[in-house]
């Protein structure tokens, strides 16, 4: 729990000082094994801290709020709103002079250093995973290295950081660095630093945990989505999903199937291509992640100029059979959740050669599509075409998503307008800042 933040708000609504204080002695007696003076003394110390900094008039220290919340613009779900978000954060960011950032929607960034590729990525745990770490280090690790391997990298270290809140038993990060340190190990890449803090120091009680994995890799030849053409060909590997697909399975009381999401098939395929020599003829790789196949396609598809088609059939053919009757049994829309399978797109007769070598070594692979001229994406369904969009959010894939739903609550242009005022409001700060400092150190 937030105490800061529900003190913010408590007083933001008018509540007296004695009545939030009151609240907030509860809430921490509710969680925290302490006297009432004890927990009376937390809440004072907490209020005190809240009233002092709620008036600041320096623009370079307060924001101005956009008046939209992460919840209702679907940030995290892996949606239109989403997506949209990530747009505005790569215009903040800026012209960065490397050679793939934000703005290419990539999962990694790339620059050139003495004629080599370094590629950085950077991914956050599934936050539903807080209560089963050693799911959520292994998943977000396998996740990190995946986004080094299909810009056609080899991976060559990781680096981790966990925040746990201040109740949290220490187990957990033990828990979740095993996780992680078990895909290092698997795949022989070293996980080599790190960083360990609590959430919102005493501000937050509870047992809540989230934290990220990042790797760096080395490439001499890339693979980004940018780079896809009319003409190509689309391989896929079977996908079981991840951290996603665990968290359907644990909370629908489905919990065997976690199992078959343990594993480093995805990466051993790409290890596969790139032992062969593949990297430099295939023109983009990317992982089903972002909003399953239909939120990758549309990436792909704005990024490369082009089109993307794909067949039902083959799509459903490399869904884990254990995870697809799962996903089918729950109506869990298949094709707008993570799924963790590779996809490859290169002229035919390198798609071919790599669908050949990936079978003799045992993993699963079609051909499941073709790259178009024209924008956007379809799938071909019972002979017909019909549109591959992605959804407001994700598809729902546990009990709580499936009561949000998959649509905007507030009208979306509405919320775009907003999201707009606030990023160039930071666009503008940023450009104060710079000038502030600048100016200082004439």
């Not at 101005?64 to 903040?92: L, N, Q």
């Not at 790409?270 to 983009?284: N, R």
């Not at 109506?331 to 079978?359: C, F, K, N, T």
């Not at 598809?395 to 606030?422: C, F, H, N, Q, W």
């Amino acid at each position: 729990m937030d105490l800061e933040g529900y003190a913010r708000r408590a007083l933001r609504r008018g509540e007296s000082y004695n009545t939030v204080l009151k609240k907030l002695t509860d809430r921490i007696i509710e969680i925290k094994d302490i006297s009432p003076s004890e927990a009376q003394a937390l809440a004072k110390a907490i209020l005190g801290e809240v009233e002092t900094t709620s008036h600041l008039e320096d623009d370079l220290i307060s924001f101005a709020p956009s008046g939209i919340t992460m919840g209702e613009f679907g940030v995290g779900s892996r949606g239109e709103g989403d997506f949209y978000t990530h747009k505005k954060i790569a215009e903040i960011i800026g012209d960065t002079g490397a050679f793939i950032d934000s703005r290419q929607l990539d999962d990694s960034g790339v620059v050139s250093v003495n004629g080599k590729y370094v590629v950085v990525t950077v991914d956050g745990m599934h936050s539903r995973l807080s209560d089963f770490p050693f799911l959520a280090g292994f998943h977000v690790t396998r996740a990190a290295l995946r986004d080094i391997y299909v810009m056609g990298a080899r991976p060559v270290a990781l680096f981790s950081d966990v925040h746990l809140a201040d109740d949290g038993d220490i187990a957990k990060i033990f828990d979740y660095t095993a996780g992680a340190a078990a895909v290092s190990e698997l795949v022989n890449v070293p996980l080599i630093t790190g960083s360990t803090l609590r959430i919102g120091g005493d501000m937050v009680i509870g047992d809540r945990m989230t934290g990220c994995v990042g790797a760096v890799g080395i490439a001499d030849n890339l693979t980004p989505r940018k780079d896809a053409r009319p003409g190509d060909l689309i391989l896929m590997t079977e996908g079981a999903g991840g951290g996603t697909i665990s968290t359907t399975a644990l909370y629908f009381g489905r919990s065997h199937i976690v199992r078959e999401t343990l594993n480093v098939r995805f990466l051993r395929a790409c290890l596969v291509l790139l032992d062969a020599g593949f990297a430099p003829k295939i023109h983009a790789m990317t992982d089903v992640t972002n909003g399953g196949i239909r939120g990758d396609a549309a990436e792909i598809s704005k990024v490369s100029g082009a089109k993307l088609v794909f067949e039902e059939e083959k799509l459903r053919s490399l869904v884990n059979p254990a995870v697809l009757g799962m996903l089918d049994e729950l109506s869990v829309d298949y094709l707008g959740v993570s799924l963790d399978a590779l996809l490859v797109i290169a002229p035919p007769e390198v798609v071919m050669h790599a669908l050949q070598l990936l079978r003799e070594h045992g993993i699963a692979a079609d051909i499941v599509g073709r790259v178009e001229r024209g924008a956007g994406a379809q799938l071909i369904r019972d002979d017909k075409r019909i549109d591959l969009t992605p959804k407001f959010r994700e598809s729902a894939y546990t009990p709580i998503k499936k009561v949000v739903g998959e649509s905007a609550s507030l009208d979306v242009s509405e919320m775009r307008a907003k999201v707009d005022r606030a990023a160039e409001s930071a666009v503008q700060k940023k450009m104060d800042a710079i000038k502030f400092i600048l100016e200082r150190n004439k």
